[in-house]
């Protein structure tokens, strides 16, 4: 069983920055890769970004790419989501999930509870 929990959401106001982290229990934290989607208020939930075990590889959405960056610290079995340059549309819970490599939810196994990233215009 793997546990996650995210923080550093927050409001922010647009152009701002803002930096997730999802902390993991267990011994197993290296062994999955890792995503982030966000699901806003009338939508369906959405791949934001994903780092492979090693952190060797990277997946962004379209929409984030060249602001948003992922990265892992297997020693402190966290992972971090830097968002710069956030834009009203960014404003969503946050999610973190645990599983195999995939843009897919569906690949994930583990899910923490969310986080709110509220950005003002």
């Known amino acids: 069983q793997v546990q996650l929990v995210e923080s550093g959401g927050g409001l922010v106001q647009a152009g701002g920055s803002l930096r997730l982290s999802c902390a993991t229990s267990g011994r197993t934290f290296r062994s999955y890769a890792m995503g982030w989607f966000r699901q806003a208020p009338g939508k369906e939930r959405e791949i934001v970004s994903a780092?492979?075990?090693?952190?060797?590889?990277?997946i962004y959405a379209d929409s984030v790419k060249g602001r948003f960056t992922i990265s892992r610290d297997n020693a402190k079995n966290t992972v971090y989501l830097q968002m710069n340059s956030l834009k009203p549309e960014d404003t969503a819970v946050y999610y973190c999930?645990?599983?195999?490599?995939?843009?897919?939810?569906?690949?994930?196994?583990?899910w923490g509870q969310g986080t709110q990233v509220t950005v003002s215009s």
């Open positions: 999930a645990a599983g195999r490599f995939s843009m897919l939810g569906a690949e994930y196994d583990y």
């Open positions: 780092i492979s075990w090693s952190g060797g590889r990277t």
